[in-house]
Nanobody, 125 residues
């Protein structure tokens, strides 16, 4: 069974930075992504990455501010979030999907079958 463990959320002032991490445990290679859901809004795509990290997607709203990468262990992904604004406030969810190619990546929530519990990110002064 695939399990995802997220860490790194918290409270940060506008303009600040946070790093979220997610570790997947399972027998396969996984494309992994981050989604977020703000109160009263639908879950939206943030970023995703292929197994070896060579293929990444970003939502337009975070391009140039967020950077998603693989850790030294490919089972770990790190989302570096910079220049945060109150509009980034949301619960952030890590997602994973088993893949057969190291370059495969996805960007739709329906493509991912495994989800973490979510971690709260609050951007406020």
């Amino acid at each position: 069974q695939v399990q995802l463990v997220e860490s790194g959320g918290g409270l940060v002032q506008p303009g600040g930075s946070l790093r979220l991490s997610c570790v997947v445990s399972g027998p396969s290679m996984y494309a992994m992504g981050w989604f977020r859901q703000a109160p009263g809004k639908e879950r939206e795509f943030v970023a995703s990455i292929s197994w070896t990290g060579g293929n990444t997607y970003y939502a337009d709203s975070v391009k140039g501010r967020f950077h998603l990468s693989r850790g030294s262990a490919l089972s770990t992904v790190n989302l570096q979030m910079n220049l945060l604004t109150p509009e980034d406030t949301a619960v952030y969810y890590c997602a994973a999907r088993a893949v057969y190619s190291t370059a495969t990546n996805y960007r739709h929530s329906t493509d991912f079958g495994s989800w973490g519990q979510g971690t709260q990110v609050t951007v406020s002064s």
